[in-house]
C-alpha cells in the first residue's frame, strides 16, 4: 500500500485497472461519461471517479464537475467489499449497506 493510502483508496486503484482492461465494459460506459462519487460514511472518506472515453480516467480527492453525477455512501468496509468484488452491489443496496 502506499504512504498514506487507505485499504479503499488501494481497492479503487484496482477496480480502475479492471475495469479499463476489461473490453466488454467499453461498450457498456460508451456515451456515459459520470463522476461517480464514492464516500464512506463515519469518515468523511471521499473519492471521485471520472469516467471518460469508455474508461475511469482518473481517480480525484477533489470534486470534479459533470452533467452525470453518481453517488455512492455506505461504511468503509462495504465500499471496500464493493469494490473489492466480495458483496455484490445490488445486494449490499437492497439490505441497505449501500445508498444510492
Known sequence: M???ASPLAETLLQFQDKVNTETRLKSMLQGWEPVIVVEAT???WKRFLVVRDCRIAEIRADAAESAHVVHLLAEEAVLN?????SLNPTEAFLN????I
Do not use: E, H
Not at 81 to 85: P, R, T
Not at 96 to 99: A, C, E, F, T
Open 96 to 99: 441497505g449497506d449501500l445508498q
Open 81 to 85: 467489499a464493493v469494490f473489492g468484488g
Open 42 to 44: 463515519g469518515t468523511g
Open 2 to 4: 502506499t504512504p498514506n
